[in-house]
């Protein structure tokens, strides 16, 4: 016989998921902080749809927009800015060493998109930059990696944050000691 849950049933496991669960409160975090530390970005469409006359609201438009403003070398900042909390959980929290093989491969992406990342801006600003299409390609990858970084380090926070045990069982020199 199989067992198919009814609608309340089915309704309520869906709502603890989508309220409860750390993939999808990760989501809900990261796609917020994203939306807000972009949205210079929508005020500078609006801005240019203001100022030019007969300029249409679409999704073209606003990229071509978007990709004026951007200079691939200076998006390197701000994804150095995205895989910082990522770093830090890396560093600080002890318990994400126990999965080595996730662990140093996720470390191993950071280091490298940092110092890559760190090099390719400093010589940019000193006026350097042969392949500027190679740049333009490492940005892109980078700023995608870093956000995937980003995401998967705030669910394995959330993840450990919620296996802490709140009290640790009684030590067996403390029973001893009772007893006399």
């Not at 390197?76 to 909390?85: D, E, G, K």
Request: positive net charge; aromatic residues 16%.
């Amino acid at each position: 016989m199989v067992c198919i849950p009814t609608w309340p049933e089915a309704r309520g496991t869906l709502k603890k998921f989508f309220t409860k669960h750390p993939l999808c409160v990760s989501f809900y975090e990261a796609a917020f902080v994203f939306f807000v530390s972009n949205a210079a970005l929508l005020f500078l469409v609006f801005t240019r749809l203001v100022d030019n006359k007969g300029a249409k609201p679409t999704l073209s438009y606003s990229s071509e927009v978007i990709a004026e403003a951007f200079v691939s070398t200076e998006i390197f900042v701000y994804i150095l800015a995205l895989i910082a909390p990522a770093l830090y959980v890396m560093v600080f929290v002890w318990q994400a060493r126990r999965h080595k093989v996730f662990y140093f491969f996720l470390a191993g992406l950071q280091v490298t998109i940092v110092l890559g990342s760190g090099y390719i801006y400093g010589r940019a600003k000193s006026g350097g930059i042969a392949n500027i299409d190679f740049v333009n390609a490492w940005a892109l990858a980078c700023y995608v990696i870093g956000l995937l970084i980003w995401y998967v380090s705030l669910v394995y926070d959330k993840i450990m944050k919620s296996l802490e045990i709140p009290n640790p069982p009684p030590s067996g020199e403390a029973i001893l000691r009772k007893l006399g």
